[in-house]
């Protein structure tokens, strides 16, 4: 992967800061998501409880801790949401946008506390994970924009 381990780092304390400043960042996510995304919303008219919305960031972010480290499952846990997700009426183009409005939403958590460098960090991140995406979707036959 081609993220330096300062950058790594770097992604791992950002998340880090975010629980402790926000606690769970879930509500901040999905509020940025749905502003974003509005016709999403109806997708989880169902999870009353934010259970789902709860469990999808989780593995979300367990995915990006993987990637900065063993790499053992993401790649594959990306690639098989993005059919799953398909399936249930999240197109690929919009799946592509969610590591990128947790990354909007924590930036804007940290404030002052989010540098040059950070955003950085999570540009490469973001770019390493629009890659998995392309590639699955261009294997699927999938439109991506
Ligand atoms: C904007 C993009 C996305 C939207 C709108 C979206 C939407 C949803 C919805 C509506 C569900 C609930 C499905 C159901 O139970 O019927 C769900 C579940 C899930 N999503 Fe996403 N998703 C997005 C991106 C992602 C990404 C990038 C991942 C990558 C890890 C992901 C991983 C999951 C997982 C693991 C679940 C199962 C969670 C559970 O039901 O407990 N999603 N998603």
């Not at 016709?39 to 934010?50: N, P, V």
């Not at 993401?74 to 799953?84: D, G, M, R």
């Amino acid at each position: 992967m081609s993220l330096s381990e300062e950058q790594k780092q770097l992604i791992e304390s950002s998340i880090e800061r975010v629980a402790e400043v926000a606690g769970d960042p879930s509500p901040l996510v999905y509020e940025r998501l749905f502003a974003e995304q509005p016709e999403m919303k109806e997708l989880f008219l169902l999870d009353r409880d934010d259970s789902a919305k709860g469990h999808m960031l989780m593995e979300a972010l367990d995915c990006v801790f993987d990637l900065l480290g063993p790499r053992s499952y993401a790649p594959t846990l990306i690639q098989s949401e993005l059919t799953n997700h398909d399936g249930f009426g999240v197109p690929p183009r919009v799946f592509a946008t969610f590591f990128r409005v947790v990354k909007d939403c924590f930036a804007e958590v940290l404030g002052g506390e989010w540098n040059a460098e950070t955003d950085a960090a999570w540009n490469a991140l973001l770019a390493e994970i629009d890659g998995v995406i392309l590639q699955q979707a261009e294997k699927y036959g999938m439109a991506v924009n």
